[in-house]
T-cell receptor, first 114, second 108 residues
Framework: GAVVSQHPSWVICKSGTSVKIECRSL??????MFWYRQFPKQSLMLMAT?????????EQGVEKDKFLINHASLTLSTLTVTSAHPEDSSFYIC??????????FGPGTRLTVT | RKEVEQDPGPFNVPEGATVAFNCTYS??????FFWYRQDCRKEPKLLMS???SGNEDGRFTAQLNRASQYISLLIRDSKLSDSATYLC?????????FGTGTSLTVIP
């Protein structure tokens, strides 16, 4: 159990377009999901904490108007990168918390903005 | 001060060697501790939770020292397949904080 999926796994888009990434917990309900970004050879950086039915909590330095997060159900959270630019190219990973102390990661989405 | 600090390495060890990683955390109220393994271009995968009494899973042993606020991971009889980045994760109750990861390469 405890499977988390992400879609798409890889996306290439042109500068200025918006990209939506979906994170789903397949076999459990997750009231909390986390969105991370990872640049090459660096650790995961938490972008925001997403709670079902409420607004996401963004980490310092993360623009909430640029990275729109929607957590509409207990099994789905989405991250939309609006007006993407090349510097947004990164590996975006979500995780879903089954309990306060258990989290499971999605396989990640590699975003390349040209 | 960072929530979690790790030596990034890299650690290059021969096959069969024993290697140990340490990680320190700043929040003394932290209750949950984990070691994750991340392979290149993949998501982190839980390797093991760390319990107060220490715990072992095959060749892997994790220990927690609350007084000094550090956790450790010991890998015995290293295999080539152990090559990865090992992430220390601490949860003070409402969020997961990651270390920068320690890179391990096991050499034939």
């Amino acid at each position: 159990g405890a499977v988390v999926s992400q879609h798409p796994s890889w996306v290439i888009c042109k500068s200025g377009t918006s990209v939506k990434i979906e994170c789903r917990s397949l076999d459990f309900q997750a009231t909390t999901m986390f969105w991370y970004r990872q640049f090459p050879k660096q650790s995961l950086m938490l972008m925001a904490t997403s709670n079902e039915g409420s607004k996401a909590t963004y980490e310092q330095g993360v623009e909430k108007d640029k990275f729109l997060i929607n957590h509409a159900s207990l099994t789905l959270s989405t991250l939309t990168v609006t007006s993407a630019h090349p510097e947004d190219s990164s590996f975006y990973i979500c995780s879903a918390a089954r309990t306060s102390y258990e989290q499971y990661f999605g396989p990640g989405t590699r975003l390349t903005v040209t | 001060r960072k929530e979690v600090e790790q030596d990034p390495g890299p650690f290059n060890v021969p096959e069969g060697a024993t290697v140990a990683f340490n990680c320190t955390y700043s929040n003394s109220a932290s209750q949950s501790f984990f070691w994750y393994r991340q392979d290149c271009r993949k998501e982190p995968k839980l390797l093991m939770s760390v319990y107060s009494s220490g715990n072992e899973d095959g060749r892997f042993t994790a220990q927690l020292n609350r007084a000094s606020q550090y956790i450790s991971l010991l890998i015995r009889d290293s295999k080539l397949s152990d090559s990865a980045t090992y992430l220390c994760v601490v949860n003070p109750g409402n969020q997961f904080y990651f270390g920068t990861g320690t890179s391990l390469t096991v050499i034939p």
